[in-house]
């Protein structure tokens, strides 16, 4: 079946003077498909590491372009594809999580496979689940020379990402011989952060460590634990409730093809095994009664949680937890809740 015509926007061209020897790609007659092997417009994997002694970066400007040009591709707005060109950024994420040696790494949208690279170049072994099938192929075709790399043609928030992960696992012979956990390293869509983060951070028997580059106000938000704030939502109770959430960097607009209209930030979150959750007769009733807390803005609790126990007995409820009876959930903080919930939902 023929490609699809591009829209009459084109990427932008690139300079001859900046690229002179740079070759020309043609836009593909038939939909790739990720075990296709075909030539590729990027540096092989093994000369990836292209970022200092005067070598050139393999995923600059230029090169992301000639890589989506080789596919007949253009950023989609719909997939919130904004692809990373600067490696050192690239490099202090993969740091961020102390990516090693011999480590299992997820990688949710790996676009042109900038992170990729330096994901393997570590010594990681990577899964890389990509919803776009022609970035699908690209990366597959990227990195055919190596046998570390296994590529996902899924949308991430849809598929069984902790049965792949499970069977990547087993697949790998340790030099130990001892399983260890994998770790999470992406640079995530915008527009689906928080879907990303709900399906992530309670996987900590597969995962020990989730590091994200967000959007910087997001990032700014999910890693405020404190009490008292306006800003304050459910999914600040989420994240805390699984891990331990650090704000690493922040990374500016400019790094992105296409430029976004915000500035980005790095969070790493350490997850929690099931054994360290907060103590709570159900996770199901306590995140329940948190996103009841939270539906009536700036109520009083004891008017948004009515439908769980009395006006009176949730005063008194508040009262040992040592809280006013007037309190508001933006004014509690994760033990509060925790102690609120065990008092007065009733299995």
């Given at each position: 079946m023929a490609a699809p015509p591009l829209p009459n926007l084109f990427l932008p061209p690139i300079s001859p003077t900046s690229s002179p020897q740079s070759p020309k790609f043609c836009f593909p007659a038939t939909t790739p498909t990720v075990s296709a092997r075909r030539?590729?417009?990027?540096?092989?994997?093994?000369?990836?590491?292209?970022?200092?002694?005067?070598?050139?970066?393999?995923?600059?400007?230029?090169?992301?372009?000639?890589?989506?040009?080789?596919?007949?591709?253009?950023?989609?707005?719909?997939?919130?594809?904004?692809?990373?060109?600067?490696?050192?950024?690239?490099?202090?994420l993969a740091a961020a999580a102390n990516v090693k040696e011999g480590d299992v790494v997820l990688e949710i949208g790996p676009g042109t496979g900038s992170l990729t690279s330096v994901?393997?170049?570590?010594?990681?072994?990577?899964?890389?689940?990509?919803?776009?099938?022609?970035?699908?192929?690209l990366v597959d075709e990227r990195f055919a020379g190596t046998n570390r790399l296994k590529v996902l043609n899924e949308d991430f928030t849809k598929c069984h990402v902790s049965s792949h992960m499970s069977s990547l696992l087993k697949s790998i012979e340790l030099s130990d011989s001892k399983s260890q956990p994998a770790k999470v390293v992406s640079n995530i869509p915008f527009n689906i952060s928080t879907d990303i983060i709900k399906q992530l951070l309670p996987m900590g028997d597969i995962f020990s460590e989730v590091v994200l580059l967000l959007q910087e106000e997001t990032a700014l938000r999910l890693v405020d634990s404190s009490s008292g704030t306006s800003e304050k939502r459910p999914i600040n109770v989420f994240v805390n409730f699984y891990s331990d959430p650090e704000f690493k960097f922040k990374v500016p607009r400019t790094n992105f093809f296409p430029q976004p209209n915000v500035d980005a930030a790095v969070v790493s979150f350490k997850l929690k095994q099931a054994a360290d959750y907060p103590a709570v007769s159900s996770i199901k009733s306590f995140f329940s009664m948190v996103n009841s807390a939270f539906n009536g803005k700036r109520k009083m609790l004891r008017k948004s949680l009515q439908h769980i126990s009395t006006a009176l007995e949730i005063e008194r409820a508040l009262e040992d937890c040592s809280l006013p009876a007037t309190s508001r959930p933006e004014e509690l903080s994760l033990d509060d809740f925790v102690r609120l919930h065990n008092l007065i939902v009733k299995q």
């Amino acid at each position: 079946m023929a490609a699809p015509p591009l829209p009459n926007l084109f990427l932008p061209p690139i300079s001859p003077t900046s690229s002179p020897q740079s070759p020309k790609f043609c836009f593909p007659a038939t939909t790739p498909t990720v075990s296709a092997r075909r030539a590729t417009p990027f540096v092989s994997c093994s000369a990836a590491t292209v970022r200092k002694g005067g070598r050139v970066n393999p995923d600059d400007y230029h090169s992301t372009l000639r890589a989506l040009n080789s596919k007949g591709r253009m950023p989609r707005k719909s997939l919130g594809q904004h692809y990373m060109l600067n490696s050192s950024i690239n490099e202090q994420l993969a740091a961020a999580a102390n990516v090693k040696e011999g480590d299992v790494v997820l990688e949710i949208g790996p676009g042109t496979g900038s992170l990729t690279s330096v994901l393997i170049d570590l010594g990681a072994t990577v899964l890389a689940v990509e919803k776009d099938s022609y970035m699908a192929a690209l990366v597959d075709e990227r990195f055919a020379g190596t046998n570390r790399l296994k590529v996902l043609n899924e949308d991430f928030t849809k598929c069984h990402v902790s049965s792949h992960m499970s069977s990547l696992l087993k697949s790998i012979e340790l030099s130990d011989s001892k399983s260890q956990p994998a770790k999470v390293v992406s640079n995530i869509p915008f527009n689906i952060s928080t879907d990303i983060i709900k399906q992530l951070l309670p996987m900590g028997d597969i995962f020990s460590e989730v590091v994200l580059l967000l959007q910087e106000e997001t990032a700014l938000r999910l890693v405020d634990s404190s009490s008292g704030t306006s800003e304050k939502r459910p999914i600040n109770v989420f994240v805390n409730f699984y891990s331990d959430p650090e704000f690493k960097f922040k990374v500016p607009r400019t790094n992105f093809f296409p430029q976004p209209n915000v500035d980005a930030a790095v969070v790493s979150f350490k997850l929690k095994q099931a054994a360290d959750y907060p103590a709570v007769s159900s996770i199901k009733s306590f995140f329940s009664m948190v996103n009841s807390a939270f539906n009536g803005k700036r109520k009083m609790l004891r008017k948004s949680l009515q439908h769980i126990s009395t006006a009176l007995e949730i005063e008194r409820a508040l009262e040992d937890c040592s809280l006013p009876a007037t309190s508001r959930p933006e004014e509690l903080s994760l033990d509060d809740f925790v102690r609120l919930h065990n008092l007065i939902v009733k299995q």
